[in-house]
């Protein structure tokens, strides 16, 4: 592949300079804009040195020798660019210089920066500074990254200093088509493929950024959740098998304290104190981002903890209550579903998002205590549960719109017809708002 290619010789200062003393002689070989320096062990006085021409004012031998000795190395390095065209090698300012040097250049691929990562990442997993899901991900993303690679480039792993923005926009093609990815799910093996080049940036393994300039835009995701009466449907529906009841017992905690699987899985008696209402609270951290999180115990909530405080396992393990394997527990939920006429996946995600909306935020809850007893870090995470209430809307909108139609009436001013397009609008422009 053809590269823009050039040397030039410069004088650089020494560190500790005194008035008189002679500049170093320094070689810069650039290719596609792309530096890398050296010094030729040579000096000059600045006032003898021509920038122009790159060369020593004067016509003594001495002189002569060294332009001589100048002209030599611009002929060796340029020599050595000729000799990694011809070998069809990789051609970068490090490794012109590195042939020139007669050394090999240290290269990096890509899978090993991801493989790095991850070996790094499965530590601190064990010490429980990430969680398994998140090296889940990763993990995935090595897979992906190496198939890619045989597919695209018939190779087994890539230099990562040949990571541009044709490598990027062809991954985020090869994830929609060969693995059949929506954008969002995309979106997310890019960030964290983002992630591994900044690792390699921060150790210069490369110099650019190839994500610079590629935005990653996602489609909106409508969050299911349950409503007041789905909720009444599942808590109602009378349970034939111990099995199935212990699985909706422990969903509805998890309806009732917005507390993940992981949350709940972890919960110990202990976590269980006095708050300063004088009521019960549950007291943790959140496991996902180790967020302290303090969240009243609901009725229903807490009487589900008393009805499992004798269980052998709470007492033997201190915890608060017997919860099996996350994947028995989804498949429970499905057929809790079907049985409570409920046309929903019930998830433990869905179960967050009804404490979030149909729990809290419905029933008047102010939506930085939601976000505070959720464990989210940002209040922007919490708003995307409260855009999903339309019944939230038309409530709070409920009287502000009596009072625009009261004042119209009385002044004779419109028609229904009138009022009725006024009210749209409001509706439309409060939407917007939130």
């Given at each position: 592949m053809k590269t823009n290619f050039s040397v030039l010789f410069f004088l650089k200062r020494p560190k500790n300079y005194k008035k008189g003393d002679a500049y170093f002689i320094f070689l810069r070989i650039t290719v596609d804009g792309i530096r890398s320096e050296m010094s030729t062990s040579r000096c000059c006085e600045p006032e003898k040195w021509n920038a122009k021409s790159g060369k020593v004012i004067g016509t003594k031998e001495d002189v002569k020798?060294?332009?001589?000795?100048?002209?030599?190395?611009?002929?060796?390095v340029y020599a050595a660019h000729t000799l990694l065209s011809v070998d069809r090698a990789e051609i970068t300012a490090d490794s012109v210089k590195c042939k020139y040097l007669g050394k090999e250049e240290k290269s990096h691929t890509i899978l090993e920066a991801i493989k790095i990562h991850n070996e790094k990442m499965k530590v601190l997993v064990e010490k429980d500074e990430y969680a398994s899901g998140t090296l889940k991900r990763f993990e995935v993303l090595e897979r992906h990254v190496k198939d890619y690679l045989a597919e695209k480039y018939n190779k087994k792993d890539f230099n990562v200093k040949s990571i541009d923005h044709e490598f990027i926009d062809c991954f985020d093609f090869y994830l929609h088509t060969a693995k059949d990815n929506d954008t969002n799910t995309a979106n997310k093996h890019l960030k964290n493929l983002k992630k591994i080049v900044t690792i390699c940036r921060k150790y210069k393994w490369i110099n650019t950024d190839p994500f610079f300039g590629h935005i990653l835009k996602s489609k909106p995701v409508h969050r299911e959740y349950l409503t007041a009466d789905e909720l009444q449907k599942i808590t109602k529906k009378q349970l034939t098998t111990a099995r199935l009841s212990q699985v909706r017992d422990f969903f509805l905690f998890s309806c009732y304290t917005g507390l993940s699987y992981a949350d709940v899985q972890k919960l110990k008696l202990t976590d269980i104190g006095i708050g300063v209402d004088g009521e019960r609270w549950i007291f943790t951290y959140r496991k996902k981002t180790d967020t302290r999180v303090a969240v009243p115990l609901l009725p229903v909530a807490a009487?589900?903890?008393?009805?499992?405080?004798?269980?052998?396992?709470?007492?033997?393990?201190?915890?608060?209550?017997?919860?099996?394997?996350?994947?028995?527990?989804?498949?429970?939920?499905?057929?809790?579903?079907?049985?409570?006429?409920?046309?929903?996946?019930?998830?433990?995600?869905?179960?967050?998002?009804?404490?979030?909306?149909?729990?809290?935020?419905?029933?008047?809850?102010?939506?930085?205590?939601?976000?505070?007893?959720?464990?989210?870090?940002?209040?922007?995470?919490?708003?995307?549960?409260?855009?999903?209430l339309d019944n939230k809307v038309s409530e709070d909108m409920a009287p502000l719109m009596q009072k625009f139609v009261s004042q119209h009436v009385k002044a004779g001013e419109v028609t229904e017809a009138k009022i009725s397009a006024d009210v749209a609008l409001l509706r439309e422009k409060y939407q917007q708002a939130i």
């Open positions: 020798t060294l332009n001589a000795y100048l002209e030599s190395v611009k002929a060796e009487s589900i903890l008393d009805q499992y405080k004798d269980h052998p396992s709470c007492l033997n393990k201190n915890k608060a209550l017997p919860i099996s394997s996350n994947q028995k527990m989804n498949e429970y939920l499905v057929e809790i579903a079907v049985l409570s006429d409920v046309h929903k996946i019930l998830g433990n995600r869905i179960a967050k998002r009804t404490f979030g909306t149909t729990v809290t935020l419905m029933n008047g809850v102010p939506i930085e205590s939601v976000s505070k007893m959720l464990g989210h870090t940002n209040i922007r995470t919490t708003q995307l549960y409260a855009k999903v």
